[in-house]
């Protein structure tokens, strides 16, 4: 059964980073892209970049440009989001999801990352 | 950009009921399009795609139709398990970008 599992909360600082980790289980990793959707609380969906990694690619969302990366390590079958600059509206839960084979939607979620943005 | 605004906001229906949300693309997107369940604390989870391919394990009730601009989501015989919220999605094999509609909360009369 194919799994992505997230790395924990973290409770960050305005101006600081945070750096979010999502390791996949089973499948075949460079099958598919993985992107990244956060939801700040009592909100939307909000679609943030992916990475491809059978291209070695990425891509961001215009909102993020400049202060989003986006990686992925195969050797280990994860991928990871690294947000800098981050403000309280950065507070959020972090998903990562897989794109089902064939199409682009999301067949495999994880299971969320809770990062609270607080002074 | 393509914008997706789904309709309506708030629904609300009974156990039994059949139950239809809209979702708009403000250009056509052919049918890149997929529907997700959402329940408090968890994570989205696929329903349709391609406008109207059912998931593989999600039951036969939840029905999505429609190309280029409009697309319905359609569940039939409300099951008390189907009260959530549900989000419409754009996405583009090519560009790999997507966007979410706003979402729907389905709630109990």
């Known amino acids: 059964q194919v799994r992505l599992v997230q790395s924990g909360a973290e409770v960050k600082k305005p101006g600081s980073s945070v750096k979010v980790s999502c390791k996949a289980s089973?499948?075949?990793?460079?099958?598919?892209?993985f992107s990244w959707v956060r939801q700040a609380p009592g909100q939307g969906l909000e679609w943030m970049g992916v990475?491809?990694?059978?291209?070695?690619?990425?891509k961001y969302a215009q909102q993020f440009l400049g202060r989003l990366t986006i990686t992925a390590d195969e050797s280990t079958s994860a991928t990871y989001m690294e947000l800098s600059r981050l403000t309280y509206e950065d507070t959020a839960v972090y998903y990562c999801?897989?794109?089902?084979?064939?199409?682009?939607?999301?067949?495999?979620w994880g299971q969320g990352t809770m990062v609270p943005v607080s002074s | 950009d393509i914008q997706m605004t789904q309709s309506p906001s708030t629904l609300s229906a009974s156990v039994g009921d059949t139950i239809t949300i809209t979702c708009r693309a403000s250009?056509?997107?052919?049918?890149?399009l997929a529907w997700y369940q959402q329940k408090p604390g968890k994570a989205p989870k696929l329903l349709i795609y391609?406008?109207?391919r059912l998931e593989s394990g999600v039951p036969s009730r939840f029905g999505g139709s429609g190309s280029e601009t409009e697309f319905t989501l359609t569940i039939s015989s409300l099951q008390p398990e189907d009260f959530a919220t549900y989000y419409c999605?754009?996405?583009?094999?090519?560009?790999?970008?997507?966007?979410f509609g706003q979402g729907t909360k389905l709630q109990i009369k």
């Open positions: 999801a897989r794109e089902l084979t064939g199409t682009s939607a999301f067949d495999i």
């Open positions: 250009q056509s997107i052919r049918t890149w």
């Open positions: 999605q754009h996405y583009n094999s090519y560009s790999f970008m997507h966007t």
């Open positions: 089973g499948g075949t990793f460079t099958s598919h892209a």
């Open positions: 391609d406008a109207s």
């Open positions: 990475v491809i990694p059978m291209f070695g690619s990425v």
